[in-house]
Structures are given as C-alpha cells and as structure tokens.
C-alpha cells in the first residue's frame, strides 16, 4: 500500500515546527487514535504538537491513553495543521471559527481521511483520503510505513485501537486484507489486543443509574415500515443531564439496528436552538447509511454515517423526510 501524496506530506511536515493535529466536531475511536499516533510519531521527530477538537472529548475514549491531551482552543501559532478523519467543513465548524487563516488557505493544513462523501473543506494543500481504508489510522499505518516514520509502543497501541473501534474489532463490511494485515504487524511489533480490549470494554461499564436509563430509552423506541426503520429521539434535557456519562444515542442504537426486520436505525438528538442531530446506523446487506445522511445534509460511510440539521425542519417533518428517503433507499436493495 503507498500513497502518492506521501512524499508531499512528508516535506509539509519536515518544512514545520509547531503541528496542529485536529479532530472533527464528533471525535470517535479512530480520530481519537490516529490523532494520538500522529501526535506521538511527531514528536519522534522533534516536533511541537498540540491535539485539539472543537469539542468536549466523550468519556467512553477515555480509555484511549492521551485523550486528555486534547484541547478545545487553536494555539495562537503554529505551522501546520493536520485534520484526520474527516474533509468535512461542517465538522470542523468549531475550529474554523478560531481561525481566519486556515479558511483563506494561508495556513498549510493537510487532511488524512478515509471517507467515501465529496470533500467540502477546500482550503487543504493535501489531503490524502483512502475510501478503501477501514479506519483514518489504517491509511496512517501505511503512510507511516511507506515514509519509514518511527512508532513507538503509544503509537501503535493508538493505531491498533482506531482500527479496531472503526472495524468493531475487524468485523465490519469495510475490513479488508489490508486491515488485517496492519493489525498482524502492529501485534507483531508488540501490541497486545487482548489488553486495548479490556481497557475499552472497562470503559463500556456503565452506572446503575445509565442502565436505568437505558431502559427508558429502549421503550421510546418507535418501529416503521414493518418494523424496519427504527427511531429514536433525545430530548435537550437528557443530553444536557446523561451526556457528560455516556453518549445518549449510543445506548441504544445497537439494541435498535439488532431488533428483528429492522434496517435502519436513527438516533435523533434535539437541541434548544432547534438543531437536530442524527446518528445512522444500517444492518448488513444495507450499506446505504452515507446515501441517508446525504439526504439530510451529511455523510459518513455504508453502514454508519450522520448528519446535522440546520434548517428550520421540525421533528416531526424531519422523522417523515427519514422514513420516505430510508424506504426508498431500502426498496432500491430488496
Ligand atoms: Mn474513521
């Protein structure tokens, strides 16, 4: 596996001193990691690094060793800028607002990504996006590679545990050889799955309280089409008290995509200025998660993607746009 824009990335990265390195508006395991590795194969190189994302961390990649080096604020100064895991302007909203240079293109920024959706941040000098890579830190293993940078046991526990938490433990549709096989040489090279696990799952353990409210969410649950779109959606309150616990919507998406006929599972999260954010996720044999977040104004990938809702769509029109584009898409399949 190379990648004809290494060499560029590499000059990008010898020419700086201080490099940002940026995770989207919803970090997850492998923006997490890959942002944790590039952090540590810079500093091998005696670079000055700051990890930012425009948003709070969630709790459950706290198991993820760094985490807590993120910060929310750009540094006044800084050279480069690397965004991993996504080339999506509307998920770096947060950052882009600190700063004016990077949106007149006056500031080197580099994406690495590997995301099917149409890049809308135009402002990169490079961005190196394989669709075919499981995670953002498989594309990064093989740039690593392919440039001969240095690992060391952080960065491959980083790399080994974003590929592992965007594949579901090398399970999904989007695990391919190449995926495998960078596992096989990250364990070669010392990484111990069998520990990564038990510190993620550790971080799955959730509060009698959570549990309970899981609960209540599960009965919320609504069921179209035959059962075969299910909804759910989360009002300010909940997120406002169980957020800083545990993402709302990922209690119980797993339990909506697993109920029996259902395709399409949306989490629905309703914020007081009237935005709405959604979470997809489809079951096998329905990789039409990304064409049903396009609908509704985002992306992502076949069989996990999100959006965010801008317009002045209320829920219940909302819900009925999800239910008609989810149908069609599903009917063009069956
Ligand atoms: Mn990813």
């Known amino acids: ?135 953002t830190a498989e594309v990064l293993y093989y740039l690593t590679k392919q440039l001969k940078w240095e690992l060391n046991p952080l960065a491959r526990d980083s790399l080994a545990a974003a590929i592992l938490s965007d594949t579901l433990g090398l399970t999904t549709d989007s695990t391919r050889a190449e995926t495998v096989f960078a596992i096989a040489e990250l364990v070669r090279e010392g990484v111990s799955l069998s520990r990564l696990e038990n510190a993620r799952r550790d971080m799955t353990r959730k509060t009698p309280e959570l549990v309970h409210y899981k609960g209540e969410l599960l009965q919320r649950i609504e069921y179209y089409d035959d059962d075969r779109i299910a909804l759910l959606s989360i009002p300010w309150p909940e997120i406002e008290h169980y957020s800083p616990l545990y993402n709302p919507s990922m209690l119980a998406l797993e339990d909506m995509r697993l109920t029996t006929n259902t395709v399409v599972a949306v989490a629905l999260k309703l914020y007081p200025d009237g935005k709405i954010t959604g979470k997809i996720r489809t079951n096998y044999g329905y990789p039409i998660a990304a064409k049903l977040a396009e609908a509704l104004g985002g992306g992502g990938h076949d069989y996990a993607s999100g959006f965010k809702l801008t317009d002045t769509r209320d829920l219940e029109q909302l819900k009925n746009d999800i239910i008609t584009h989810a149908k069609d898409l599903i009917n063009e399949i069956v």
């Open 1 to 135: 596996m190379t990648y004809p824009e290494a060499t560029l990335i590499d000059q990008q990265v010898k020419t700086a001193n201080k490099i940002v390195i940026a995770q989207p508006d919803n970090p997850d395991g492998d923006s997490m990691g890959s942002a944790i590795a590039l952090e540590q194969i810079l500093m091998l190189q005696g670079k000055e690094t700051e990890l930012v994302c425009g948003v709070n961390i969630p709790n459950y990649l706290s198991y993820l060793e760094g985490w807590d080096r993120v910060v929310k604020e750009l540094p006044s100064k800084f050279d480069l800028m690397i965004i991993v895991d996504t080339s999506a302007l509307n998920l770096v909203e947060h950052l882009t607002k600190q700063s004016g240079q990077l949106k007149r293109g006056s500031q080197p920024l580099v994406i690495i990504d590997h995301h099917r959706s149409e890049p809308t941040i135009d402002y990169a000098q490079l961005r190196l996006n394989d669709p075919e890579a499981a995670a």
